[in-house]
């Protein structure tokens, strides 16, 4: 089956400008998390969507990110006003829920955010 | 602040060999551990977990734990050149918080033909 689905793949923008990361998890999966990993850096954890529970947004790095999501179904990440240190690869990953010791987390390939 | 250590690298190792990959973490609480591979430009992929203490073998990998020391290691044996990644090591959060992995910067390793 498909796995998890990130758009765009690439994104250059603007520093200052909105934009918009989406993500489609694996059919079923009813968690959804958001990392950032910068160059040489390891993964960051964002936020963790689930079900129909409180996100936990506690990785969000400041009031410009946000993130949402539909049901157990798409997520988007939204970066507003953004800035040159906000340039990194973003990372979806989606899993059956209950933690990653019973169920594996399958990422996405990523959008890589470069803001000029 | 939770931390996740990784020898950085990058860690060269001749075909046929042995490459030894250690990972440090300040959560005692920690219960879950968690090793991906991330080729250059590809998202991590999951190929090994451990939970209690001592060796768990998968095929050529051997991960091993021990949490008095808070410390984690892959093996890989009779490394070959399609092992050339960057391992990351991941470790859940306690508690409530065990959905949340905190992942180190990941070891670069290079297996030489």
């Known amino acids: 089956g498909a796995g998890v689905s990130q758009s765009p793949s690439n994104k250059v923008t603007e520093k200052g400008k909105d934009v918009e990361l989406r993500c489609d998890p694996i059919?079923?999966?009813?968690?959804l998390y958001w990392y950032r990993q910068r160059l040489g850096q390891g993964l960051e954890f964002l936020i963790y969507f689930q079900g129909n529970s409180a996100p936990d947004k506690s990785g969000l790095p400041s009031d410009r990110f946000s993130a949402e999501r539909t049901g157990e179904s798409v997520s988007t990440l939204t970066i507003q006003r953004t800035q040159q240190e906000d340039s990194a690869v973003y990372l979806c990953a989606s899993s059956l829920g209950g933690g990653p010791r019973n169920s594996p987390l399958h990422f996405g390939n990523g959008t890589r955010l470069t803001v000029t | 602040q939770k931390e996740v250590e990784q020898n950085s690298g990058p860690l060269s190792v001749p075909e046929g060999a042995i490459a030894s990959l250690n990972c440090t973490y300040s959560?005692?609480?920690?219960?879950?551990f968690f090793w991906y591979r991330q080729y250059s430009g590809k998202s991590p992929e999951l190929i090994m977990s451990?939970?209690?203490?001592g060796d768990k073998e998968d095929g050529r990998f051997t991960a091993q734990l021990n949490k008095a020391s808070q410390y984690v290691s892959l093996l890989i044996r009779d490394s070959q050149p399609s092992d050339s990644a960057t391992y990351l090591c991941?470790?859940?959060?306690?508690?409530?918080?065990?959905?949340?992995?905190?992942f180190g910067k990941g070891t670069l390793l290079t297996v030489n033909p």
């Open positions: 059919s079923g999966h009813t968690a």
């Open positions: 959560d005692r609480g920690s219960q879950s």
């Open positions: 451990i939970y209690s203490n």
């Open positions: 991941a470790v859940s959060g306690s508690g409530g918080s065990n959905y949340k992995l905190t």
